[in-house]
């Protein structure tokens, strides 16, 4: 706690790069204090600020940008998204992979993670930087090898964001993805079959990305 009121005195004065470089902190102490929600927030407003420096400076702040999405996009898979009050000490809180014995069980309760990702209340979804923070909740899901829940993210990122450069990339991932939960599915059953063929229908999608095609 009195870190975070030491990023907060050190921002009283908007003077970059320090004012960056505290914000940046600030958010991520809320994140070590579990506080995912209030981390989301200072995140975004990080994006913000680094959109302001550079329209002033052309600095597009890299950097800051590409730890902004991995955090945000951590903060939101967590089932407990509020975490302890701002007067509390801070106490390591179990979640659901700590608590979870049952993988699915987890990455479904997880999941809850995809819906925040939407809510245009937390996540702006209008910025040139949005489609970065879905790609990176993706790519949290595949880490802990939660192969539907980034599917699902990485579907709907193609369906919001078909322009994307990395579009054919998402494509054959979603189509690799299907690939192992067929491999994990029991010999025979429905589950290996219907993944099978969303395997091959995720892969005859890529066509739409050779030739003259809109993307």
Do not use: C
């Amino acid at each position: 706690n009195r870190a975070v009121t030491s990023y907060e005195r050190s921002m009283e004065f908007k003077r970059p790069p320090i004012f960056g470089v505290s914000m940046y902190k600030l958010a991520w102490t809320y994140f070590k204090q579990q506080r995912y929600h209030t981390a989301v927030d200072w995140f975004v407003k990080l994006l913000f600020y680094a959109d302001e420096q550079e329209a002033k400076t052309g600095d597009p702040g890299a950097d800051f940008r590409a730890e902004a999405y991995t955090y945000i996009a951590g903060s939101l898979t967590y089932v407990d998204f509020e975490g302890p009050p701002p007067e509390h000490p801070y106490i390591p809180r179990n979640d659901v992979l700590d608590t979870e014995t049952d993988p699915l069980e987890a990455e479904r309760k997880m999941s809850i993670a995809i819906q925040r990702l939407q809510d245009p209340a937390l996540i702006p979804q209008d910025k040139k930087w949005t489609v970065e923070i879905y790609k990176s909740l993706a790519q949290e899901f595949i880490e802990i090898t939660q192969n539907r829940n980034a599917v699902a993210t990485l579907e709907l990122t193609l369906q919001k964001f078909p322009m994307d450069r990395d579009a054919p990339v998402m494509q054959n991932k979603v189509a690799e993805l299907y690939d192992q939960l067929s491999r994990l599915a029991p010999e025979g059953s429905a589950a290996r079959a219907e993944y099978s063929s969303k395997a091959l229908e995720a892969r005859t999608r890529l066509a739409q990305y050779v030739g003259t095609t809109p993307w």
